[in-house]
Every structure is written in structure tokens, then in C-alpha cells.
Nanobody, 115 residues
Framework: QVQLVESGGGLVQAGGSLRLSCAASGSIFSINARGWYRQAPGKQRELVAGITSGGSTNYADSVKGRFTISRDNAKNTVYLQMNSLKPEDTAVYYC?????????WGQGTQVTVSS
């Protein structure tokens, strides 16, 4: 059974940095893309950043230039480096792996940015 386990969330002051990690366990094949989403209270879940199997990346406009998504295929792990954090980045962050057959979600990790 595939599980995605996130880590790295926490409380940080505005302007600070955090690095999120998401490691997949179990047999997972044909990964087409990996991504990070977030959901703030009272808001819909939104895509923050994505990376395809070919290495192409895309970012939400609100995080361009501040966040960087990367992956380690050998470790089946995806990362999100978040710099210059703002209070509006406060949310639960979820990782996502998309294969040819399934979409897998992590359990979420809380990121809180204080002003």
C-alpha cells in the first residue's frame, strides 16, 4: 500500500524559511507528476507547485520566486523549499503523487507564518 509521509512544517516568522519533504513508501510506479497543494481555513485546496517526471516545474503566481519544488527519484521524495514566507502562506500543505492509475495524497503538514 502506498503512503506519502510529509514532514518539515511548523511555525516560522514572516520572512523565514521552511523545507517540506514528502516521502513515498510502498510500490509506486509510473509517476507522471508530483506536487504540493495547500488549504487555508475557509478556502479551497490550491496547487502551490508541481514537477513532472521530465523535470518541468510550475508554480502558483503567489509563490513564484519564493518557493522551489525538487525531487529525489532514488528516494521517491519530493521537496518544497519555501523562502520569504508571508502570513498568507499559512495553511495545511499536502503532497501529491500522480501516476497513470492513481492519485495519492499525504496526510498534510501545518505551516504557520506569524507576522
Amino acid at each position: 500500500q502506498v503512503q506519502l509521509v510529509e514532514s518539515g512544517g511548523g511555525l516560522v516568522q514572516a520572512g523565514g524559511s521552511l523545507r517540506l519533504s514528502c516521502a513515498a513508501s510502498g510500490s509506486i510506479f509510473s509517476i507522471n507528476a508530483r506536487g504540493w497543494y495547500r488549504q487555508a481555513p475557509g478556502k479551497q485546496r490550491e496547487l502551490v507547485a508541481g514537477i513532472t517526471s521530465g523535470g518541468s516545474t510550475n508554480y502558483a503566481d503567489s509563490v513564484k520566486g519564493r518557493f522551489t519544488i525538487s525531487r529525489d527519484n532514488a528516494k521517491n521524495t519530493v521537496y518544497l523549499q519555501m523562502n520569504s514566507l508571508k502570513p498568507e502562506d499559512t495553511a495545511v500543505y499536502y503532497c501529491n503523487f500522480l501516476t497513470s492509475f492513481n492519485r495519492y495524497w499525504g496526510q498534510g503538514t501545518q505551516v504557520t507564518v506569524s507576522s
